[in-house]
């Protein structure tokens, strides 16, 4: 069965850094997604993406956070300077169409630890 | 604003034990209703989810969910759990109004006594 894929499992990086996270959306799916859970809270959705564009963001998602499709497989998630608070669960996700009736198909996960 | 509440934090059951996990939206229409589990270590699975119909919906795993319009719930229920549904299990709606972005509870940590 195809499934969205994700690495690293476990990322730590000093603040202020850099980081690219890295997820296969499934082949077919047009429609990807990036979200966090920092430890103890809620999912958050970060930022969608369809045709090479973002097509919807949060607030979390400021000038910070990037996303890139720069092939036909991935789709990254980079973060320029790092911060503590940046320290979470990302999930990237994928979908064959948008709208509330099709399931998002999430991967297993990356942790970013900031120190 | 839209929002998920689920109002147990953790819930420990007997195996074997019938299961009840309460979720609550705040929204105007009938939203797009899903459960996921996450696994120690895991990503989220898809559980179930309800767009219409049946307002009780079958899922994976023997896990089943009902719609309560009155109530604005969608409460997910299994009749006997087993070592391995020790998860943490979130509910989450998409709306129209939000761009069906889905809106998460916080979620229930389920603990399965032996």
């Known amino acids: 069965e195809p499934e969205v894929t994700q690495t690293p499992s476990h990322q730590v990086t000093q603040m202020g850094q850099e980081v690219i996270l890295r997820c296969v959306p499934i082949?077919?799916?047009?429609?990807f997604y990036w979200y966090r859970q920092i430890l103890g809270q809620k999912v958050e959705f970060l930022v969608s993406?369809?045709?090479?564009?973002?097509?919807?963001k949060s607030e979390i998602f400021d000038d910070q956070f990037s996303v890139e499709r720069p092939d036909g497989s991935n789709f990254t998630l980079k973060i320029r300077s790092t911060k503590l608070e940046d320290s979470a669960m990302y999930f990237c996700?994928?979908?064959?169409?948008?709208?509330?009736?099709?399931?998002?198909?999430f991967g297993p996960g990356t942790r970013l630890t900031v120190l | 604003a839209q929002s998920v509440t689920q109002p147990d934090i953790h819930i420990t059951v007997s195996e074997g034990a019938s299961l009840e996990l309460r979720c609550n939206y705040s929204?105007?229409?009938?939203?797009?209703l899903f459960w996921y589990v996450q696994s120690p270590g895991q990503g989220l699975q898809l559980l179930l989810k309800?767009?219409?119909?049946d307002t009780l919906v079958q899922g994976i795993k023997g896990f089943e969910a009902e719609f309560k319009r009155s109530q604005s719930s969608f409460n997910l229920r299994k009749p006997s759990v087993h070592w391995s549904d020790a998860a943490e299990y979130f509910c989450?709606?998409?709306?129209?109004?939000?761009?069906?972005?889905?809106?998460w509870g916080a979620g229930t940590k389920l603990i399965i006594k032996p």
């Open positions: 309800y767009f219409s119909g």
């Open positions: 996700a994928s979908s064959v169409r948008q709208g509330g009736n099709n399931e998002q198909f």
């Open positions: 082949s077919n799916h047009l429609y």
């Open positions: 989450a709606v998409a709306v129209m109004d939000s761009n069906y972005q889905l809106i």
């Open positions: 993406f369809y045709n090479n564009e973002i097509s919807e």
């Open positions: 929204y105007g229409a009938t939203p797009y």
